[in-house]
């Protein structure tokens, strides 16, 4: 009997129970509904993605993703990062693509995901693939929670920083910042996650840096739809806001 073909692109949301700020933060209710399947519903959205998994170290999460009608993989705890639980995932299931959507980011949809995976099609050398999206608000600028990002005219990605740049010696047309999923091929997922971290992501502490400084090539997508990664009470206002209709 032939062994099925193995996905085209697989989704992966790792979400963690712990968290400082706003603990079982996947499991924290908007408009009744638990933040995480907020972010499942979203990656189900693109019908390029054939199978999506919600990676997690809490059997919680797993019950309610389940009821959902979801799918849940319990990961180990002692996986250091997001990336990492992702990896575990894509070890065990096989695929061309994956995705790494935030589980704490309730307005993805397919708007978002199927331009980074139409790179990733119509470009063979793009490793990764991310979102780039002009910083419209001024405090986001030296917010250091906020990443980033500076590319070429090719949209390759040049340096992510949590710093303001490029800095502003003359004036500056825009400024971007990284936001949402990263779509990966499954091989570049697999070689980073068994590198060390390296210095200007230690730095940071950005993973993005790890494979730029080991030659690995980003495409840096431009986008008008903004996401809202909750992280804070003030961010619950913003998605509050964002459905209103009324963030701007």
């Not at 959205?45 to 849940?72: L, M, N, P």
Request: aromatic share 6%; with cysteine.
């Amino acid at each position: 009997m032939a062994e099925p073909m193995p996905l085209k692109t697989l989704a992966v949301i790792p979400a963690r129970y712990g968290s400082t700020r706003l603990p079982a933060k996947p499991l924290l209710k908007l408009k009744g509904r638990e933040l995480v399947l907020w972010v499942w519903e979203g990656v189900r959205q693109s019908r390029r993605v054939e199978r999506v998994i919600v990676a997690t170290d809490h059997e919680d999460i797993v019950k309610v993703v389940q009821r959902a009608g979801g799918e849940a993989m319990l990961t180990p705890e002692s996986l250091p990062t997001g990336s990492d639980r992702v990896a575990y995932v894509a070890r065990r299931v096989p695929s061309r693509y994956v995705l790494n959507v935030q589980s704490d980011d309730p307005l993805i949809s397919a708007r978002h995901i199927d331009p980074m995976l139409e790179a990733l099609e119509e470009d063979p050398a793009i490793q990764l693939a991310l979102l780039a999206k002009t910083i419209d608000r001024p405090e986001e600028i030296e917010r250091d929670s906020i990443v980033k990002m500076v590319f070429g005219a090719d949209g390759r990605a040049l340096y992510f920083s949590r710093s303001p740049i490029p800095f502003a010696r003359n004036p500056v047309t825009a400024y971007y910042k990284h936001i949402g999923p990263y779509a990966w091929r499954r091989e570049s997922l697999l070689a980073f996650s068994s590198w060390e971290q390296t210095p200007l992501e230690k730095a940071e502490s950005l993973e993005m840096l790890r494979l730029l400084e080991k030659g690995g090539i980003i495409k840096c997508l431009l986008t008008d739809s903004d996401t809202v990664e909750i992280d804070t009470p003030e961010d619950l206002e913003r998605f509050a806001r964002a459905q209103a209709g009324t963030e701007k």
